[in-house]
């Protein structure tokens, strides 16, 4: 059986340009980077190559960049690291309500703690209102944290103008940045953040490693104590050989990015104007311009996405986030954005990505207007 991967915002294969720079630290190149013989300095010298080349992508200095076990660990420190780091000034937090787990998860476990959390609402599109943000800063808010783009239906929020608001009120502002970064143009000072999140697996790099942008001045508590590692802002030898991998996606991420986004744009459309073809009715979740230029939402009206994905073992896709496989309730984000549950059961989220065919496309939406039939 031939598998057609359609689930590029789950994770993605690595490069193979990845994989080739991964490997020396995966066998001789073993020392520890804080070790000062030749050993360490060969390590040393990667993790710092590494740092530059995250921070020459999102525009920053390499100082400002630390690195974690990956996505959710950056946004658990960039959530309760300020928290921790703020509370005697204030206790309140700001999120939207269609934030991935690895933000809502914290947020409720600081709310057990505490501290009091506004939950924004959405728009039909998923989109959370700049004007919304505004009007819940208080003078005891020590964090704003908005998605930079949902990870399930692909929305791309209003980042920059949330991130000027914040600005002006003195709050730091965090932006979960794992389904954008490789994808879309993320510049830090464009976006206005004070931190920001990567994951390596979302854009050809490993799993297991990820990074978070902290501006100079942002102050915030560790979440791993041990030794001074990352300038002591995360304890823990680092993953020399996982650094050298997202650092190197990265570089790759850097070249003809908007050619790219016009190539995934295309080809998404092309998709969903064949599965109009093959199906009839498809409806679009979440924003028809202001989205991944990689990501397809579609409910197929009075269908049960999840069945249908059993029944078609050929297509590998997602009926939402991938944290949420398994799960027979109504997806958070599509809930949020006022979607009800026939259309919502409905919905199956494509991804694709670097070595997506047109031809897999189209053998994809044959095998779901056949098996609808």
Known sequence: MEHMYLDYNATTPAA????????????????NPSSGHWYGRQTKAAVARGRDQVASLLGCSPAEIVFTGGGSEANNHAVKGPAWADRGRGDHIITSSVEHPAIVNPCRWLEGQGFRVTWLPVDGYGMVDPGGVEDAITDKTILVTIMHANNEVGTIQPVAAIGEIARERGVPFHTDAAQSVGKIPVRVDELKVDLLTVAAHKLYGPKGVGALYVREGTVLESLIHG????????????????????????????????????????????????LEDQVGEVLLNGHPEERLPNTLNVSFPGINAAGLLDRIPEICASTGSACHHGSQTLSPVLEAMGIGAERGFGAVRFSIGRWTSREELERAAQLIGERLR
């Open 227 to 274: 030794a001074g590692h990352e300038n002591g802002r995360r304890a823990g030898t680092e993953n020399v050989a996982g650094i050298a991998g997202l650092g190197r996606a990265c570089e790759l991420a850097a070249v003809s990015p908007e050619e790219r986004m016009r190539d995934l744009a295309r080809l998404r459309d092309e998709f969903q104007q064949m």
């Open 16 to 31: 193979p340009e990845v994989v080739e720079e991964m490997a020396p630290y995966q066998r001789d190149r073993f020392g």
